[in-house]
């Protein structure tokens, strides 16, 4: 009993030291600039701003940088959806010539730097007249060789027995994989779904790259109006991250128990 009640305190400790930045963040937003500069730190405002997230639109092009992050990281999500399941079927189920060294070459490209690709992904968007475009930000993210890898581990327990059924009642490829393999696939989907928005929703480095105008820009990157050299609006920065977090934050809690299941699933703990 003393055990159980030791462990449970220290996960409330460890719940509430993770939970404390965030509350403090929407206690930001909604104190005023005088607030946020004071050397005393204020927990929560006397008189919460709640014109401040008003104020984040009048400040600066907000609409149009949640439009844009909505815009790119939907539709890498998609893409991802779409793209990676495909090829992680082909690398599980299918048999061909350097089938396992394609697929360790596809997994090698993980170690490799992003800051590595960078310049040379740049001078290809630039040569083809991509920058500060919608395909500039989503055309380099279309796959992901970790959403191959997480759907390949995935879909390679499914008995072949099923695949084989499916062809001998006269099943295309493509109805197999329609009929067959996604339906049993919606947890990995799942998770996969929720890793690459939240990734591509905070996405900072190529969006600050690829995009030279304010109306092309994400949110993390158009929070960066409010940080300059001689100046950072505290309170505006912190209405803005809350309105980046709650999307990821309703995303999990809609995936949460496909989430669970995936992890479990796939093997990834």
């Known amino acids: 009993m003393v055990r159980k009640s030791l462990l449970y305190g220290l996960l409330a400790l460890a719940s509430l030291v993770t939970v404390l930045p965030l509350l403090y963040m929407v206690s930001l937003s909604l104190q005023t600039e005088a607030e946020t500069l004071s050397p005393d730190a204020v927990i929560w405002p006397e008189s919460p701003q709640w014109g401040n997230y008003a104020e984040l639109f009048t400040r600066a092009p907000f609409g149009n940088f949640i439009v844009n992050s909505l815009v790119v990281a939907g539709a890498i999500t998609l893409a991802h959806l779409i793209f990676d399941p495909l090829v992680g079927y082909v690398f599980a189920k299918f048999r061909f010539p350097l089938r396992n060294t394609l697929f360790v070459a596809l997994l090698a490209t993980l170690m ?158």
Do not use: C
Request: glycine share 6%; net charge neutral.
């Open 112 to 269: 490799v730097p992003f800051f590595v690709r960078m310049i040379p992904l740049y001078v290809l968007m630039a040569n083809m007249g991509w920058l500060d475009t919608y395909q500039g930000l989503i055309t380099p993210f279309l796959m992901d060789a970790f959403g191959i890898f997480l759907m390949r581990q995935f879909i390679q327990p499914i008995p072949d027995d099923l695949i084989s059924a499916a062809r001998i009642d006269g099943a295309s490829e493509l109805a197999i994989y329609r009929r067959v393999i996604l339906p049993q696939t919606r947890p990995a989907l799942a998770v996969l779904a929720l890793f690459t928005f939240v990734f591509q929703w905070n996405e900072f480095l190529w969006p600050l790259v690829a995009t030279s105008t304010p109306e092309m820009r994400t949110i993390p990157v158009g929070l960066t109006l409010f940080n300059q050299e001689y100046f950072t609006l505290w309170h505006l920065t912190a209405a803005g991250s809350v309105i980046l977090f709650v999307p990821t934050a309703v995303l999990f809690v809609l995936t949460q128990r496909y989430f669970v299941r995936g992890i479990a699933l796939t093997g990834l703990k």
